[in-house]
């Protein structure tokens, strides 16, 4: 039943709570790995698999989280994944050694990849008339990246003053505030459509495939990307991807249906979001990392640099939502989708001189742009697909921005790794080097992998601007058959 008047706003900021929370956990917990190292002994490879556990589990669940909210309620999925994220939440503040962190962190991801899906199409439900509904979704899409932003800004200030736990740890009050309002504002709701049985061989397929896919993606760089590891993740993907097709086409209730890529629509909108999270989450791994390393920033001024970023998240989404009706969906993300790609290609200017302003300005460009066309990716899902799958559908669009991210920073992550290689060759050869007495050959040395490494980073940058700028075209393809502001997602 449609909630009237300000209680859809309360629903609204309800679910901005649990979808600000479980992605700022996301981001802010790699802050804290340098203390997590240090406190447990271990070294940074075996670190890196407390990012790698949360990602593949939070893949894996997201599409399944999405068909049992659309089956069996998605208050229900909503308040289940969330109490479980507070408990996992808590249990890894507590964690005394790395296996415990690993098993709780995967916890967490379970529990929190039931949001995205959930939130969707609560919002969807509450707020039916399509100007509204955009302005939610603009506004509930602007929590999602700013979370991201949000991270190395809450995150550092905690660790320097309350030790690594307390990033955990602080889920808990805030949490709490969010199950509460969960459970005072928002309705039941699930699809007409009547469910027999579940896709458990469907689910089971697409977990194998994601979790070997994104496996590779975040640890192909350290295996080799011709590795016999990493080979056998290739093998396991395309099989188990296979297998999953094969299923989807026969089984009467798919976890997935594959009809939804038989819709230009949304297709160009998903291969668009791809494109657009791929450079940004590819840009804003390597920001920090430049920060701290030719900069001397440390964590928590890092998080300084992010400021403008949020803001300009902050007011693009509404602005964007806004023009729905106005405008054409596809000119408006075509618009900041190119936006975003000379955001993108303001990186390439950055020196080991650069002010802080050199990395706020191309982060805020690229922010707006992002933030301006993220309403619209959202409301063209929510419009074309039945009532009944909106909740899969949108988890389709999250676990597809999930893989861009993954795919982005190992992507950008090995050009950076190569180039630097090559421009040492290349930065030598054309260097001359007139004293050999060992303190002029160390500060030859030096400013050799200096250049190297500076010119490395803007390659990348050029690189992640021209992909995006290519990929914005897509979405000219776009064509929905009723565009305007008054078109509605009934939603039972």
Known sequence: MEQQGSLRWWVLITVIIGTFLGRLDQTIVNLAVPKIISDF?????????????????????????GKLGDTLGRKKIYILGFSLFIFGSVLAGLAWNLPSLIVFRVIQAIAGSADYPTAMAI?????????????????????????????????????????????????????????FMALRYV????????????DWWGAITLGGALSALVLVLDQGSTWGWLSFSSMLCYIATVAFTWTFI???????????DL???????????????????????????LVPVFAQ??????ATQSGYLFIPMAAALLLASPLGGSLIGKVKAKYVIFTSTIVAAFGISLFSLIDPKSSALALMLPLAVMAFGLGF???????????????????VASSILALGRNIAGAFGIALFGTILTDRIKSNVLAVNGMSVLRKFDPATVRKFITLVELKAQVDAYRFVFIVSAIIVFVGSFTILFLKL?????????HVE
């Open 373 to 391: 066309g993220m309403a619209q990716r959202t409301n063209v899902i929510a419009s074309i697909v039945k009532r009944e799958e909106i909740g």
């Open 246 to 256: 094969f299923i989807e086409r026969h089984v009467k209730e798919p976890i997935v």
């Open 123 to 179: 919002i969807a439900v509450t707020f039916r008339e399509g100007k509204e509904r955009a302005q939610a979704l603009g506004i509930w899409s602007s929590s999602f990246a700013a979370a991201a932003v949000f991270g190395p800004l809450i995150g550092g200030p905690l660790i320097d003053n309350f030790g690594w736990r307390s990033v955990f740890l602080v889920n808990l009050p805030v949490g709490l505030l969010g199950l």
């Open 293 to 298: 390393t030719f900069l001397g920033y440390n």
């Open 41 to 65: 002994s271990i070294t940074v490879t075996a670190a890196g698999w407390i990012a790698t556990a949360y990602i593949l589990a939070n893949a894996v669940f997201v599409p399944i989280w």
């Open 481 to 489: 058959k009723h565009e305007d502001t008054k078109t509605q997602v």
């Open 259 to 285: 009809n939804f890529f038989k819709m230009p629509a949304f297709v160009n909108t998903l291969g668009n979001n791809f494109i657009v999270f791929m450079g940004m989450m590819g840009s804003l791994f």
């Open 187 to 198: 309705h039941e709701s699930k699809s007409d459509q009547k469910n027999v049985s579940f």
